[in-house]
Nanobody
Framework: QVQLVESGGGLVQAGGSLRLSCLAS??????????MGWFRQVPGNQREVVARISSGGSADYADFAQGRFTISRDNNKMSMEMNNLKPEDTAVYFCKLETRTTPFHIGEGYWGQGTQVTVSS
C-alpha cells in the first residue's frame, strides 16, 4: 500500500501564497510511480484536477491554475506553489499518486486525506 501525507494548507488572504506538499511512503519503488497530481473539491461539487506532473517532469494545469500555480516533484515528494490566491480557490486539496502498469501489477490510484485551503476576501 501507499500512504500520502499532505501539508501546507491553511488560511490566507486574497492575493497571498501557499505551498502544498505531499510525501508518499510505503511499499513502492520510484520506478512504479507514474503520475502525481493535485485535485480539489468544494463541498457539494465533484473533485476536479488542479495540476498533474509526470515521472519525467512534464506538467499540466487546469485553466484556473495556469500562470498562478506551479507543480514540482522530487522522487516521492510533490509540491505545488500557489500564488495570487483567490477566494474561489477555497477547497480541500488532495494529493494523488498513480502507479505504472507492469506485467505483475495493474496501475492503481492512491489519495491523500486532503488539506484545507481557505482564501479570505
Amino acid at each position: 500500500q501507499v500512504q500520502l501525507v499532505e501539508s501546507g494548507g491553511g488560511l490566507v488572504q486574497a492575493g497571498g501564497s501557499l505551498r502544498l506538499s505531499c510525501l508518499a511512503s510505503g511499499r513502492i519503488s520510484s520506478f512504479m510511480v507514474n503520475t502525481m497530481g493535485w485535485f480539489r473539491q468544494v463541498p457539494g461539487n465533484q473533485r476536479e484536477v488542479v495540476a498533474r506532473i509526470s515521472s519525467g517532469g512534464s506538467a499540466d494545469y487546469a485553466d484556473f491554475a495556469q500562470g498562478r500555480f506551479t507543480i514540482s516533484r522530487d522522487n516521492n515528494k510533490m509540491s505545488m506553489e500557489m500564488n495570487n490566491l483567490k477566494p474561489e480557490d477555497t477547497a480541500v486539496y488532495f494529493c494523488k499518486l498513480e502507479t505504472r502498469t507492469t506485467p505483475f501489477h495493474i496501475g492503481e490510484g492512491y489519495w491523500g486525506q486532503g488539506t484545507q485551503v481557505t482564501v479570505s476576501s
